[in-house]
């Protein structure tokens, strides 16, 4: 199955039950190098630490449609994970999203993102015992 980070709607187990048939829920993770930002839906954007879980599926198409890649609204990359794999990462349009968030260079959404996780080794990793769920800004 294909493992994605979520950080928003697909963190709700009803949600995801109503999108998807085979599905489950890997631990709760923190990805460090990108945090939550709020716009109509949540994104994400450089910087900081977010929390969420790992939702494991092989229905991708599904949440592909979901989440407006088709039409821009978010795209679809890879981060790794500390354990060796990586995990899929919804990245939303933030100007589409009315959300604060603004990724360095130039080019498309996709570029930008993709050179910014690159650049700053960002890593999806277990929770250290004790932490709370907070997230952090820049």
Do not use: C
């Amino acid at each position: 199955m294909s493992s994605f980070f979520v950080y928003g709607t697909l963190t709700d187990a009803e949600r995801v039950d109503s999108l998807l048939d085979d599905w489950s829920y890997g631990p709760t993770v923190e990805l460090d190098g990108l945090h939550r930002v709020e716009g109509r839906y949540p994104t994400l954007a450089p910087g900081g630490s977010v929390h969420g879980r790992i939702l494991r599926t092989d229905d991708v198409a599904t949440l592909d449609e979901y989440e407006g890649v088709a039409s821009g609204l978010y795209i679809r990359v890879e981060v790794p994970r500390d354990d060796g794999g990586e995990a899929f990462v919804y990245v939303g349009d933030a100007a589409r999203l009315d959300a604060d968030a603004e990724w360095p260079g130039s080019g498309p959404l996709r570029t930008r993102v993709t050179q910014y996780l690159d650049a700053n080794r960002a890593i999806i990793k277990p929770i250290e015992s004790g932490d709370d769920k907070r997230q952090t800004g820049v």
